[in-house]
Each structure stands twice: as C-alpha cells, then as structure tokens.
C-alpha cells in the first residue's frame, strides 16, 4: 500500500470534521445573540449541539489530526516505514464510522450526560478497538526502528496511548454514582486535556518547530523533565473543577498543589519552544507563525489552569464564560494551531511538492489568530465580570446574563473570522493535494 495513505487519509478526514463542527459552533455562537434562532428544531437546540460541537472538535478534527500527524512523524522518527498502511486504513474507517455515530445519537439526544463521556457505550467499545488498532500500529513501528535513540516527540505519543487508555477505561467504567461520579467525570474530563491533547500537541510541536526552522532542539535534556513532570503531575489536578463542591477539603488541596506544580513542565516545553525558535521569530513563514503563536496561546493557557485553580480566583471565575475561554484557548489557541502548523508542513512534503497558495495561509493565519484573540478575550473579560456579579447578591441572575450580550455580540463577529480561515486552510490543503494531478500552485 502506498507510504502515508493512513496519515494522508487521517488528515483529510479531520479537517472536513472541523469544518463541519466549528460551523456547529458558530451556530451556538448564533443563539447566544439570537436565541430563537433555529428554535423549533430539536436536533439544532443547544443541549444537543454542544455536545456534538465539543466532541466532533475533540474527536473527529483534532484527535483524528494528530493521529495522522503521528502516522507521518512515528516513520520517519525511526526511519522505517509504518507497521501497517492496511492496519492505518482500517483504523480510520472505524474512526469514521465512531464520529458519524456520535452525531446521530448526540443530535437525537442520547447521551451519557456527562463532559467529554457523553458517547453512548458501544461508541465508547468502538473507541477504544479504534485506540488499540492506533497502538498497535505506532508501537509496531517503533519496536522495528532504525535509530537507537527516540527522539521526544516517540515519548509523548507511547505516553499518550499509554495514558489515553488508563483515563479512558477509568472514566468510562459504569460503577461510579452521586458525588464519586462528579469526580471522576472531572478527573477525566480535565486528563482529556492534559494527557491526550496536551502530550499529543507538544509531540508535534517538538518535531515541526525544528524541522519548519532549521534549527536544532534547545534542549533534548528539557524535553524529557517536561514529559517525566507532566506524566507524574498532571493526573491529580481535576478535582480543582469542582471546588466548593461535595468532595472532601483535602482532596481540593491536593488538586490546587498539584495544579500549580504543573508549572514545572510547562515552563520546561515553553523555554525549548522559545530556544529551538530563535532567530526565526521575525522572519517566520505561515508554519513558524502557528507554531509560534500556538506556543504563546500553550503558555497563557498553562497561566491561566493553576491560577483559577486558586480558591480566590475560583470563586470568581468557576462555572462563568471565562471558563470556555479557557478551554478554547488549549484546544483552538494552542493544540488547534499546532496541528495546522503540522498539516501545512507534511501534506507538501507527502505530495512531494510545493503548498497551494502561500498567501492563502498567511490569510488563514491572521483570520484565526484575530478571529480567536476577539473570541477568546470577550469570554475572559465577561466571563470574569458574570463571576463578580454573581457574587452580589443585590443583582438578579437574569440582569447578569443581559449584561453579557455585549460580549456574546463580540464573539459572534470573533468567530466569522475563525470560520473564514478554517475555509480558507481547507481550500489551500485540498488544492494542495490536487496539484499531483497537473493543477498549477498559486504564486507566493
């Protein structure tokens, strides 16, 4: 079979699935301003939607890119080809077939309720065949490598597999209730973050920031005290979601100390981004652009995560938009854009030849970057603003969510922007794969 079918296919996939959920979550954008806005229409209410917007960004676009970012990095990190294209192939149908079945029972209101578990169990059997088949594939490949040594991103990737499994069994298991319930959805559900997208990111992100340079890695001894800290850190840190809450004084404590430990890692992946980037920063191309400010949204997010899991700060901003803010910023800001960076390097190299348009995504990246700063600081402003009005007593709750619709207003206009450019890198990566067929590049 031919070499990167899996990681081609992988890719093209993810990004009709982004395409399809971020319009999703414009149209959830839509009805904050407009709230009858498709009202009569069950599928399209906003319980239903959110959790097929949420999923489908998670799972179909940028699970499913980073895994065929691995089937394209794992190989030439070993300096063999992949395990298994037909096996690679296989696991993408099955894929397929598990992101269609969430939106047919998401959207006809079948559901788990609860975050990030929302699929229901023969979805959740379905994952981890699919997860198995991945691993297989990617550990296969490493176990016939040429080259001793294994670079970074080999360990963040066998620790995500590694660990997706552990969370994704844990999560899933149906034996929890009441209060034990809660925390092992939170448990989960911040881990989704922080031990699958977050390992995954950082992976490509080690491999692409060199090779779009030209410049060696800062510092592979970094690299591996920032993989052994987050790998030891970061899974006690959920609890810290629901502060105030049912669960024991204790337990809160242990999340908050563990949640700012995490600042160990993330200091070590941001001074090896910044190091391995230097000297390109002002003459960066579109790759070195969404590397670069997929580094600064990763900091800003790794801030932001121990600072509101502070008592005080969580007080405030707990349960309000400043919290999807948040959330966007890991998910969009940082890992989004890593994975774009990543698209945009290895589909040319796939084709063997040169991307579409160049200017189309410098477009895309500016559209994004402005489109997701108008987004994301709405959301922490009102979002932070909602928390202090809440805690009066004097102002009725439905003033406080009048009060938002300034800032819902900024990021409805905020989020055409980001829909613009994801059209944008879509058009510019399928063009790309057309130009094998005799259609001409776009000039530079």
């Given at each position: 079979?031919?070499?990167?079918?899996?990681a081609?296919?992988?890719?093209?996939?993810?990004?009709?699935?982004?395409?399809?959920?971020?319009?999703?979550?414009?149209?959830?954008a839509?009805k904050?301003?407009?709230?009858e806005?498709?009202?009569?229409?069950g599928?399209f209410?906003?319980g239903?939607i959110?959790?097929?917007?949420?999923?489908?960004?998670l799972?179909?676009?940028?699970?499913?890119a980073?895994?065929?970012l691995?089937?394209y990095?794992?190989p030439r990190l070993?300096g063999?080809?992949?395990f298994s294209?037909?096996?690679?192939?296989?696991?993408?149908l099955?894929?397929v077939v598990?992101?269609?079945?969430?939106v047919?029972?998401?959207?006809?209101?079948?559901?788990?309720?609860?975050?990030y578990?929302?699929?229901?169990?023969?979805?959740?059997?379905l994952v981890t065949?699919?997860w198995v088949?991945f691993?297989?594939?990617?550990?296969?490949?490493?176990?016939?490598?040429?080259?001793?040594?294994m670079y970074?991103s080999?360990w963040y990737i066998?620790?995500?597999?590694?660990?997706?499994?552990?969370?994704?069994?844990?999560?899933?298991?149906?034996?929890?209730?009441?209060?034990?319930d809660?925390?092992?959805n939170?448990?989960?559900?911040?881990n989704?973050?922080?031990?699958?997208?977050?390992?995954?990111?950082v992976?490509?992100?080690?491999?692409?920031?060199?090779?779009?340079?030209?410049?060696?890695?800062?510092?592979?001894?970094?690299s591996?005290?920032?993989?052994?800290t987050?790998?030891?850190?970061?899974?006690w840190?959920g609890?810290h979601?629901?502060?105030f809450?049912p669960i024991?004084?204790w337990?809160?404590t242990v999340?908050?100390?563990f949640s700012?430990?995490l600042l160990i890692?993330?200091?070590?992946v941001?001074?090896?981004?910044?190091g391995t980037?230097k000297?390109?920063?002002?003459?960066g191309?579109?790759?070195?652009?969404?590397?670069?400010s997929?580094?600064v949204?990763?900091?800003?997010?790794c801030i932001?995560?121990?600072?509101h899991?502070l008592?005080?700060v969580?007080?405030?901003?707990?349960k309000t938009?400043w919290i999807p803010?948040?959330?966007h910023?890991?998910?969009?800001?940082?890992?989004?854009?890593?994975?774009?960076a990543g698209?945009y390097f290895?589909?040319?190299?796939?084709?063997?030849?040169?991307?579409?348009?160049?200017?189309l995504?410098e477009?895309?990246?500016?559209?994004s970057?402005?489109g997701f700063?108008?987004?994301?600081?709405s959301?922490w402003?009102?979002?932070?603003l909602q928390?202090?009005?809440?805690?009066?007593?004097?102002?009725?709750?439905?003033?406080?969510v009048?009060?938002?619709?300034?800032?819902?207003?900024?990021r409805?206009?905020?989020a055409?922007?980001?829909?613009?450019?994801?059209?944008?890198?879509?058009?510019?990566?399928?063009?790309?794969?057309r130009?094998?067929?005799g259609?001409?590049?776009l000039?530079?």
């Amino acid at each position: 079979m031919h070499e990167d079918k899996s990681a081609k296919w992988f890719i093209f996939v993810s990004i009709v699935f982004f395409l399809v959920t971020i319009l999703i979550g414009f149209t959830m954008a839509i009805k904050f301003v407009f709230p009858e806005f498709l009202g009569g229409v069950g599928i399209f209410s906003f319980g239903r939607i959110r959790a097929i917007h949420t999923n489908g960004v998670l799972f179909g676009w940028l699970l499913a890119a980073d895994m065929g970012l691995a089937y394209y990095l794992v190989p030439r990190l070993c300096g063999v080809k992949l395990f298994s294209e037909k096996l690679g192939i296989a696991t993408l149908l099955l894929w397929v077939v598990i992101v269609l079945g969430a939106v047919v029972t998401l959207a006809s209101g079948q559901t788990q309720a609860r975050e990030y578990l929302e699929l229901v169990m023969w979805l959740d059997v379905l994952v981890t065949v699919a997860w198995v088949m991945f691993a297989v594939n990617i550990f296969g490949t490493i176990a016939k490598r040429k080259y001793p040594q294994m670079y970074v991103s080999l360990w963040y990737i066998m620790g995500t597999i590694f660990w997706t499994a552990l969370i994704w069994i844990v999560g899933n298991l149906p034996v929890y209730s009441g209060v034990n319930d809660a925390n092992v959805n939170w448990w989960f559900g911040h881990n989704a973050v922080g031990l699958i997208f977050t390992p995954l990111g950082v992976a490509t992100a080690y491999y692409f920031i060199p090779k779009s340079t030209g410049n060696p890695l800062y510092s592979h001894r970094l690299s591996l005290i920032g993989f052994w800290t987050i790998a030891f850190l970061y899974i006690w840190t959920g609890a810290h979601h629901i502060l105030f809450g049912p669960i024991p004084v204790w337990l809160q404590t242990v999340a908050i100390v563990f949640s700012i430990s995490l600042l160990i890692p993330v200091w070590t992946v941001i001074a090896n981004f910044f190091g391995t980037l230097k000297g390109k920063w002002a003459q960066g191309n579109y790759i070195v652009k969404f590397l670069m400010s997929g580094t600064v949204f990763y900091l800003l997010t790794c801030i932001q995560g121990p600072m509101h899991s502070l008592r005080s700060v969580n007080q405030i901003v707990s349960k309000t938009d400043w919290i999807p803010g948040h959330a966007h910023m890991a998910v969009f800001g940082a890992f989004s854009f890593f994975a774009i960076a990543g698209i945009y390097f290895a589909v040319p190299k796939i084709y063997k030849t040169t991307l579409f348009s160049a200017k189309l995504a410098e477009w895309h990246f500016w559209l994004s970057f402005v489109g997701f700063l108008g987004f994301s600081t709405s959301l922490w402003i009102g979002g932070f603003l909602q928390g202090l009005q809440w805690m009066d007593h004097t102002i009725a709750f439905i003033d406080t969510v009048k009060a938002m619709s300034p800032y819902y207003v900024v990021r409805l206009l905020s989020a055409v922007l980001m829909v613009a450019g994801q059209l944008l890198f879509a058009l510019n990566i399928f063009k790309t794969a057309r130009i094998q067929a005799g259609e001409p590049a776009l000039a530079a």
